[in-house]
């Protein structure tokens, strides 16, 4: 099982720290990937940080979001700055057991958080 929080009101150059916090799994045994899903939008591929500590990230966040992970809290982290009004949407960590390569691919996560809003104000 996957919680999301952290998310909120944040105004346009601000900053925010998600977290996601596993229970029935170990973070350092899965990829565990953001996600965000604006409405009208499909779910957007945003950074996977892998269970070796390896991260990816999408175009639209790369230098902006950072991921990581505290493994004695079993909790992963996604640390966004900068932010800009089209980040608002709802933003979802997910888990991928097999580890597979096609990290920005939904279908690759088996256990989903049950996501947490954040809306940019301009």
């Known amino acids: 099982q996957l919680q999301a929080s952290g998310g909120g009101l944040v105004q346009v150059g601000g900053s925010l720290r998600l977290s996601c916090a596993a229970s029935g799994l170990t973070l350092n045994r899965v990829n565990l990937g953001w996600f965000r899903q604006a409405p009208g939008k499909e779910r957007e591929f945003l950074t996977t940080i892998r269970w070796s500590g390896s991260t990816a990230y999408g175009d639209s966040v790369k230098g902006r979001f950072t991921a990581s992970r505290e493994n004695a809290k079993n909790t992963a982290y996604l640390q966004m700055n900068s932010l800009k009004p089209e980040d608002t949407a709802v933003y979802y960590c997910?888990?991928?057991?097999?580890?597979?390569?096609?990290?920005?691919?939904?279908?690759?996560?088996?256990?989903w958080g049950q996501g947490t809003e954040v809306t940019v104000s301009s």
């Open positions: 997910a888990a991928d057991e097999d580890r597979s390569v096609a990290i920005r691919d939904t279908r690759s996560y088996d256990y």
